[in-house]
């Protein structure tokens, strides 16, 4: 008889302790420990011994036969941009994200849209009913998609036997139970025992299984990072709530490069894929306006324009702020001793304020020097071109540096109607400037910029 067994579990990181404790030893929160019954059948002895015979074996890594992994596609070119090509047989991605940011959406959308595959669509959240409407609302009817509102595992599992589905969404996997442990659902014992049991589900039959997880209050993948550990890939999905745009972007990937990103827009019927985001994401300007510069950055394997903009104010308190959307603080903090230093800017009696628009945040070095360029365009009051773009990284002596793939955000720059491009000087090397019609102006130092810009 299985011996039923409680320990305590930490709902912020998931440690594991016999007993209780107040402040948890693995991240430092206090009172976050619940007791909870985890039943363990006994193991050991020859029970063990008798499993091991059944379990893989060694195997010397030649024998192992290398094939490509068959992706398949999701129909959905930024899905499957993210995923790194496509979805693979076989594997547990998570896809995480705020209440209402549209992850419920984009798996329905993916599952009433992929072609030639039978989806089953579990739901802990929402009835038939409404997921019956919603699916009326993305206008997509005719599908291989079957829809099941149930929580308890065992259950499931009967009814994906039965259905036989080449893909499988949780919607989501903190509403699954499992019978064999006693918690409620959404605790972290609870959330781990399901996660395994489609882990185990996807690896030995091939399928692969698209979990939908919630994220706590500090923004992190609720239930606990051992969930992270468990998939294969973790998706995230984000932006503003007051955003139309929303950016799905890979945190980690077992088969694929994490830095791709997928955009989409929501609409009244459902999330479309934008696949030229540079035109969305640079606004419309009628008349110059100081403090803005567009940066030709690289995500992934996409090159894409970004607008940042830039307030510079008169701190009207004694300490200046710092503010910045969607770019390191601290990075801002080192361009503006930059600017000081080597251009003689007073800034630091100045309140700076930096927003990168359409809510991306944006790690890419090559956007330093629209940022500086934004920044003294508001300190000057004196608007930048709007068909001006900026490609590089600024060192801490106010050196221009170059930045990697320079070809790439030239052409895209040209392709947008582009007509000026600052660069680094030593981004010339190996690039034929003749192919390009943009006009650019190669420059070694920030002075320089500042001189050529603003006179
Ligand atoms: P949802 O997928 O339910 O979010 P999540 O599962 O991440 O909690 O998304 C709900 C939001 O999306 C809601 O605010 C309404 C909006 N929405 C649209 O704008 N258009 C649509 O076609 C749909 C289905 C939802
Ligand atoms: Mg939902």
Not at 38 to 44: I, M, T
Request: hydrophobic share 40%.
């Amino acid at each position: 008889m299985a011996k039923i067994k409680t320990a305590f579990f930490c709902q912020n990181c998931g440690a594991q302790s016999a007993k209780w404790i107040g402040k948890c030893p693995s991240c430092g929160e206090w009172n976050t420990y619940v007791e909870e019954v985890v039943e363990k059948s006994v193991s050991g002895g020859a029970a063990s011994v008798k499993q091991r015979a059944t379990a893989a074996r060694p195997r010397l890594i030649n024998e192992i036969e290398a094939r490509e992994e068959e992706r398949f596609s999701s129909a959905n070119q930024e899905l499957d941009r993210v995923l790194g090509g496509g979805i693979v047989p076989g594997a547990l991605v998570l896809v995480g994200g705020e209440p209402g940011i549209g992850k419920s959406t984009l798996m329905l959308q993916v599952a009433l849209n992929i072609p030639d595959k039978k989806v089953l669509y579990i739901s802990g959240e929402e009835s038939e009913l409404q997921i019956k409407m919603r699916a009326q609302r993305l206008g997509l009817l005719h599908s291989n998609c079957y829809i099941l509102t149930e929580t308890n595992t065992e259950n499931i599992f009967h009814h994906i036997h039965d259905v036989a589905p080449d893909l499988v969404v949780i919607d989501s996997i903190q509403t699954l139970t499992t019978p064999s442990i006693e918690s409620s659902a959404g605790s972290i014992s609870q959330i781990r025992e399901c996660s395994s049991e489609f882990q185990k589900y996807s690896k030995e039959n091939g399928i692969p299984v698209f979990l939908i997880g919630h994220i706590t209050k500090e923004g992190s993948l609720a239930g606990p990072k051992l969930l992270e550990h468990m998939v294969d890939t973790v998706l995230q999905f984000e932006g503003d709530h007051n955003h139309v745009y929303r950016i799905l972007r890979s945190q980690k990937n077992r088969f694929g490069s994490t830095s791709e990103l997928g955009i989409f827009e929501m609409r009244s019927d459902g999330l479309r894929e934008v696949s030229n985001p540079s035109e969305i994401l640079l606004t419309s300007r009628d008349e110059p306006l100081s403090g803005i510069t567009v940066s030709s950055t690289i995500e992934g394997m996409r090159p894409i324009l970004i607008e940042t903009q830039a307030l510079i104010s008169t701190a009207a308190y004694g300490t200046p702020q710092r503010s910045s959307t969607g770019f390191d603080v601290r990075r801002l903090n080192m361009l503006l001793a930059v600017l000081e230093k080597r251009c003689g800017f007073r800034l630091s009696i100045k309140d700076v304020f930096l927003n990168i628009t359409g809510g991306l945040r944006i790690d890419d070095p090559a956007i330093d020097l629209g940022v500086i360029c934004a920044i003294l365009s508001s300190s000057e009051d004196i608007a930048v071109s709007d068909k001006t773009c900026f490609a590089a990284e600024v060192g801490l002596t106010g050196e221009i540096r170059p930045v990697t793939r320079i070809e790439q955000r030239i052409a895209e720059a040209q392709k947008l109607g582009f007509e000026e491009m600052f660069i680094s000087k030593y981004s010339l090397k190996g690039i034929d400037q003749n192919s390009f019609s943009i006009k650019l102006h190669p420059v070694a130092k920030v002075e320089q910029v500042f001189s050529l810009l603003f006179g």
